[in-house]
């Protein structure tokens, strides 16, 4: 098959006949975003013949979108380990398999609900398309830092967070540029510098929120108190967070409305947009809608079977909360977003997978980060932007060597190594922190540090 065969009976579920094959195909091209133009290359190709035969319309509709949702990914393999972790969950298994479970089935469910926000995009139209998929780009990161909040493992969110953001930066974006030199090694990788040189601005700002909260903690004097500082840093925090949310706005409005065309790098004329043409809904809106709010209850499962067990995991596999968080989670979570940004990168499609790497972290830097701390506000839960002296600054070389990496829009594989060489790095930094984890406020979040309470055994967090 040429593409998604799209049958009389399919349309009628669809409840809009006026979507063809080449009809708002090509509109809808400007709504998606990079993540769902990766996502979409670890999808199948659905055979429909056998479900056609079906007799009944209802039972016809259920299988095909059975079909369509579950095994119309190369990922379906992973599906068994969400009912895995759940049995083993009753069943009293032990905890760091139930860990290791749930972070396996949250990898598919990340790039189906791409797939499910993008099916919906038929319908909304270009623009609020691209502002759903802008919403639910992160939906598992957001997730699980809500859970962890509401678990007052306050730590655990900030790790998480800065994780995501590392790991686009220098994993995703240091493997696209390795990969993609290598499979191109004679020919040069160009990218436009437009859509980067917005993301780094943003990037910065965000680093600046982060920066004066840590400062502010070692502006001690004979009439400060540590707890003056704490309330200093939790009140700038909130303030700052407000403004990065508005400045994330701006970047909605920047990118869907007035300059969209710096950000449609999916316009390239090649054999990909010939298979982007004939792309079409292949579940109805309301369908679509289902799946995606079953979906997200579901990732909300695992993600609290993840934020329950980390600990114990940690303890098990001997390894630091923080080296599980920064590193483990976000390779794990956003595995089928990755994969699709390293695919687009062996095509010579570097844009997207630009798009993929900085945009996620600027959604995480901007939308995901402030509004777990308006969360946190709204719960009564301290926590504030700084991360500590170690990750802020893990975070400042990672947006400045990345910067410098594709300041002269080209790329080869040697910048692609240096990205992933510095990620390695960082990662073994966390890895032989064995040391309990900060108990200070610096790392959890707005207490005083006379109210701390000392940690004991290895590895972790007491809330």
């Known amino acids: 098959m040429a593409g998604i ?18 009809g708002s195909s090509r509109e809808l091209r400007l709504g998606r975003t990079a993540h769902n133009m990766s996502s979409s290359s670890l999808r199948k190709k659905s055979d429909l013949r056998v479900i056609q035969k079906v007799p009944y319309k209802g039972l016809k509709d259920f299988l095909s979108n059975l079909q369509e949702v579950i095994l119309g ?30 972070l396996l089935g949250l990898t598919p469910l990340a790039e189906r609900v791409s797939f499910l926000t993008e099916q919906l995009a038929f319908y909304t139209g270009p623009t609020l398309g691209g502002l759903l998929n802008a919403t639910c780009g992160n939906a598992t990161e957001l997730i699980i830092a809500i859970l962890a909040l509401t678990n007052n493992k306050v730590a655990v969110v900030k790790y998480s967070l800065l994780g995501s953001i590392l790991s686009n930066l220098l994993l995703v974006l240091g493997t696209s540029l390795f990969c993609g030199g290598i499979a191109n090694i004679r020919r040069e990788q160009r990218f436009d510098r437009k859509q980067a040189d917005v993301n780094f601005f943003l990037l910065l700002l965000g680093f600046l ?35 990065m949310l508005i400045s994330y706005i701006a970047y909605l409005v920047f990118q869907l409305w007035t300059h969209r065309q710096l950000f449609d790098a999916q316009e390239q004329e090649d054999e990909y947009d010939d298979d982007v043409e004939q ?13 995606l709010v079953g979906m997200t209850l579901v990732i909300a499962l695992l993600s609290e079977y993840v934020v329950a067990t980390i600990e114990e995991a940690s303890d098990k596999w001997n390894l630091s909360v923080s080296f599980i968080s920064i590193i483990l989670l976000p390779i794990v979570g956003n595995a089928a977003e990755h994969a699709g940004a390293v695919i687009f990168a062996f095509k010579n499609k570097l844009d997207i997978s630009l798009g993929v790497a900085l945009g996620s972290a600027t959604q995480i830097g901007l939308f995901v980060v402030p509004l777990t701390i308006i969360v946190a506000w709204i719960l009564g839960i301290n926590m504030d932007l700084n991360f500590g002296p170690l990750e802020t600054g893990c975070l400042a070389v990672s947006i400045i060597i ?29 890895f032989v922190d064995k040391l309990p984890q900060k108990q200070n406020s610096i790392h959890l979040g707005h207490q005083a540090m006379n109210n701390v309470v000392t940690a004991t055994g290895g590895g972790v967090f007491s809330s």
């Open 5 to 22: 065969v799209t049958e009389p009976w399919s349309v009628a579920e669809n409840g809009n006949p006026s979507i063809t094959a080449k």
């Open 209 to 243: 929120c982060h920066l004066l909260p840590l400062l502010v903690g070692y502006l001690k004097n004979g009439e400060a108190s540590a707890a003056v500082l704490s309330d200093m840093q939790l009140s700038i925090s909130r303030g700052f967070s407000i403004v």
């Open 73 to 102: 990914t190369k990922l379906a393999i992973l599906f068994p380990a969400i009912p895995a972790a759940i049995i083993c969950t009753y069943c009293g298994v032990s905890q760091p398999w139930i860990f290791g479970l749930s």
């Open 279 to 291: 792309e079409t809904a292949v579940i109805s809106f309301w369908s679509g809608f289902a799946w």
């Open 402 to 430: 990345t910067a410098f990496t594709l300041q002269d829009g080209s790329s080869h594989y040697m910048k692609g190594l240096v990205l992933l060489l510095c990620y390695f790095i960082i990662a073994i930094c966390f």
